[in-house]
């Protein structure tokens, strides 16, 4: 692989996982020359990357969200991933597409995805072991138990989990890889 990203560096924790990710055509660079690992992803480049590791499908679906422009290019992709019922909106008009994608927020749509692939998402991990494992919202706290059992998700400093925190694009590749 001959890296185009001038910050990312083979010693870099995610190296391998920007790799994967650019020869799979799941990310682009944020310029020809730029990855941006550390930059906290939006719910519509979460949703593209999933669309893309599908091959882009196509479907004929309906979409309600209101704040979602048919030109954008993320449309086809939260498009096919509501169908499907990888993603929820905040309410049945409202997506949210520039919206940060919190830690947790991810775990769940990540979970989503992987029932729809057929994987086993019954596997559940140790959230006591976090400091901060209280932070976790309730309607998350099931899909974060298994993204920790199923080693998606590991802690941080001082052992927090930092479940309301940004996601990153480093973060994202490495999870798919």
């Known amino acids: 692989w001959e890296n185009p990203f ?12 920007v790799k ?3 020869e799979k055509g799941l990310f682009s660079g944020t310029t020809e020359t730029t990855f941006s690992p550390n930059m906290a992803i939006t719910r ?8 893309r590791a599908e091959e882009k499908p196509a479907v004929d679906y309906l979409l309600s969200f209101e704040d979602i422009d048919k030109e954008a290019y993320y449309a086809e992709a939260v498009r096919w991933a509501a169908s499907v019922g990888i993603v929820k909106g905040y309410s049945d008009t409202e997506f949210a597409p520039d919206k940060l994608i919190s ?3 991810m775990a769940a749509i990540i979970n989503r995805y992987a029932a729809e692939k057929g994987v086993d998402t019954s ?3 140790d959230l006591t072991k976090f400091t901060d494992q209280d932070q976790i919202s309730d309607w998350a706290r ?3 138990e298994w993204a920790v059992g199923y080693g998606l998700i590991s802690g941080k400093e001082n052992n927090m989990l930092d479940p309301q ?6 973060e994202v590749a490495a999870i798919l890889q």
Do not use: H
């Open 44 to 51: 519509a480049m979460l949703v593209t990357v999933l669309w």
């Open 165 to 170: 925190g940004s996601t990153t694009r480093a």
């Open 123 to 125: 596997v559940r991990g």
């Open 20 to 22: 994967f990710a650019e």
């Open 6 to 17: 001038t910050d990312v560096k083979e010693e870099d924790w995610f190296y391998d996982a």
């Open 142 to 144: 099931a899909n974060v």
């Open 103 to 105: 830690r947790e927020e």
